[in-house]
């Protein structure tokens, strides 16, 4: 297993649609072990294989508190969506940004696991918004797409000044 870098915002490959698995083979599994390992060290609740520049429809997650109930969903599908809440959503793409966003508060999902098999899920609660928010990456779509004009002008100069002093402690 390996750690993968992360893509930081507003990096234009964070914008690019992911491509459909077409066979769960252990090469995919491979990349979801290096998925779960870098979110874990992240440390992160969900990790789109487009923040590290593997543009399959690939995701990651484990919201419980112990880390201990992994979650792959290759291919994942949100079939319906219940309501509508408001949280705060961060983003490992997005270091030190949390910004209120509306999602819906119950969604029915699809996907396949690690071996290939497809399952059914009903998600509410932050697995329902960690759900939304990594198939929206797969999208090429971010959180702070939900966000007024003024609000994503202000985190990119933010995201790319913190990029340059990045750059400059080298």
Same mark, same amino acid.
């Given at each position: 297993?390996? @750690?993968?870098?992360?893509? *930081?915002?507003?990096?234009?490959?964070? /914008? @690019?649609?992911?491509?459909?698995?077409? @066979?769960?083979?252990?090469? !995919?599994?491979?990349?979801?072990?290096?998925?779960? %390992?870098?979110?874990?060290?992240?440390?992160?609740?969900?990790?789109?294989? @487009? =923040? *590290?520049?593997?543009?399959?429809?690939? $995701?990651? !997650?484990? $919201?419980?508190?112990?880390?201990?109930?992994?979650?792959?969903?290759?291919?994942?599908? !949100?079939?319906?969506? %219940?309501?509508?809440?408001?949280? %705060?959503?961060?983003?490992?793409?997005?270091?030190?940004?949390?910004?209120? *966003?509306?999602?819906?508060? +119950?969604?029915?999902?699809?996907?396949?696991?690690?071996?290939?098999?497809?399952?059914?899920? %009903?998600?509410?609660?932050?697995?329902?918004?960690?759900?939304?928010?990594?198939?929206?990456?797969?999208?090429?779509?971010?959180?702070?797409?939900?966000?007024?004009?003024? +609000? /994503?002008?202000? !985190?990119?100069? +933010?995201?790319? +000044?913190?990029?340059? =002093?990045?750059?400059?402690?080298?």
């Amino acid at each position: 297993m390996a @750690t993968l870098e992360i893509l *930081v915002y507003p990096d234009d490959r964070l /914008r @690019t649609v992911a491509k459909t698995v077409s @066979t769960v083979d252990d090469n !995919i599994r491979a990349v979801l072990d290096d998925m779960f %390992e870098t979110m874990y060290e992240a440390p992160g609740i969900g990790l789109a294989a @487009t =923040q *590290v520049n593997i543009h399959q429809r690939i $995701v990651v !997650i484990d $919201v419980s508190e112990d880390k201990n109930r992994p979650l792959a969903l290759i291919n994942p599908q !949100i079939i319906s969506e %219940e309501g509508v809440s408001e949280g %705060e959503e961060g983003c490992l793409s997005i270091p030190g940004i949390y910004e209120n *966003v509306k999602r819906a508060e +119950k969604i029915n999902f699809s996907a396949l696991d690690r071996h290939g098999d497809p399952y059914e899920m %009903e998600a509410d609660g932050l697995l329902a918004v960690c759900v939304q928010h990594e198939v929206d990456h797969l999208d090429g779509k971010m959180f702070v797409d939900y966000l007024s004009a003024m +609000k /994503r002008r202000r !985190i990119k100069k +933010k995201m790319l +000044k913190q990029e340059k =002093q990045d750059g400059y402690d080298d």
